[in-house]
């Protein structure tokens, strides 16, 4: 079997991401990046990537650049075979080396790599946690990943809504967060009076704004730890990716002051080597890798192996489409230890509805895919129809 074609797509959702103080769901990303790995057998790898999809798609479909380090990941791959997937992460990495070793081009090459994984699952049979040798599971438990309401009572009304939907844990992230710290504590707490006992909140404060007009958002190390203190006292499971993701004498010092709380971080983190980073200098004791970031499924399940050995949780970062899902439901499957998967509750339907058959929650649970591959069948129509590049 050979790859015969590389694709990188660009699809349009409709709208921008909107503004940060409103008080319904966000719409979520403007453009989607999807893979799309095709061979002489006919079987089709497919990924989607959390990135610059504009940019992404150059990298993957750019001319020569005249010698290895300059070159495409579409250079890299046409012509070999799929199967050989730790070669051939190793031969994109060399053929972006000089360019793409962190940021976009270890982002695609992160797609590219969780599509080889889908052809393989395809062409002998499996689903992906059969590749990886072990599903300790059959099911997962979800999480709602929405962003924070501007007021107390916008929080309370959003839980509700959620917990209505089934769901027994909640991420808050981003919005109005990260600006006031008084502010900060009154919405988790106003969630958590909502929420009641029983259900895990988690926050992810951003480490910059998404307002145009205050995109710095500083906030000083100490405040930081204050604000990790309050939280503690409201139960809160993980405060994830606050501060610089490079600062891990900033991971570390608010690691060290809290008891309960678990330290997450590692969603736009690139490569083994800044995970284990994240572990050994930033005592972080969730790592996050976003399989279409980190170096993908290979790279990934790496991290995954390096965290049970250190006792520490894996829960993957999966914000995007149902194919990221799928693929992270697979990464959790292979884990010893799982914790959740992420459910993206943007309101854009086509992060939705990318899949024939979406992958839909039971009773706060979310089924691992048991099909070849991913386990799921991307709705080539609804692709071509929103598609612009």
């Known amino acids: 079997m050979k790859i015969t074609d590389v694709e990188a797509m660009v699809l349009d959702t409709g709208k921008d991401y909107g503004d940060p103080a409103g008080a319904a769901e966000a719409h979520g990303v ?28 150059a990298i993957v479909q750019a001319p020569s650049g005249g010698q290895i380090g300059f070159e495409s ?6 012509g070999e075979e799929p199967l050989e997937r730790e070669r051939l992460w190793q031969k994109m990495y ?46 997962v438990p979800a ?21 209505g939907q089934g769901f027994r844990a909640i991420k808050f992230g981003w919005g109005v967060f990260g600006r006031d710290l008084a502010l900060d504590v009154s919405l988790v707490r106003a969630a958590r009076e909502e929420a009641g006992p029983d259900v895990a909140l988690m926050v992810d404060g951003g480490w910059y704004d998404v307002d145009r007009a205050r995109v710095y958002r500083p906030r000083a190390l ?36 809290t008891k309960t709380l678990r330290i997450a971080a590692g969603e736009q983190a690139a490569g083994f080597c800044e995970f284990e980073r994240l572990a050994n200098e930033g005592n972080v004791d969730v790592l996050q890798p976003d399989l279409s970031r980190c170096g993908g499924m290979t790279v990934a399940r790496q991290i995954a192996e390096m ?14 489409t149902d194919l990221q899902k799928a693929a992270s439901l697979h990464l959790n499957a292979y884990q010893m230890d799982s914790l959740y998967l992420e459910c993206n509750m943007s309101s854009a339907p086509l992060l939705s509805r990318l899949c024939r058959e979406p992958i839909r929650m039971q009773d706060g649970m979310i089924p691992v895919p048991v ?7 991307v709705d080539e129509d609804l692709v071509e129809k929103h598609r612009v590049l």
């Open 222 to 257: 100490k405040d930081w730890i204050r604000l990790a203190l309050a939280l503690e006292e409201l139960d809160v499971f993980w405060l994830e990716d606050f501060i610089h993701p490079e600062n891990m004498a900033g991971y570390a010092a608010v690691a060290a002051a």
């Open 73 to 78: 990941l579409q250079a890299a791959l046409v």
């Open 307 to 320: 965290a049970q050995r250190r006792q520490i949780e894996c829960a993957p970062h999966a914000w995007l």
């Open 143 to 163: 999480y709602a990943s929405t962003i924070f309401r501007p007021t107390p009572s916008d929080m309370k009304r959003a839980v509700a809504g959620y917990l």
């Open 30 to 57: 403007r453009f989607i990046s999807l893979i799309r790995i095709r061979t002489d057998e006919g079987i089709t790898g497919w990924s989607d990537v959390e990135t610059q999809p504009h940019v992404g798609r």
């Open 94 to 139: 060399r053929y972006v080396g000089y360019y793409g070793r962190q940021g976009a081009g270890m982002q695609m090459m992160s797609g590219a790599d969780v599509a080889l994984w889908d052809i393989a699952g395809k062409a002998l049979g499996q689903p992906i946690w059969a590749l990886l040798g072990a599903r300790y599971r059959e099911n």
């Open 371 to 377: 099909g070849p591959g991913l386990g799921v069948e």
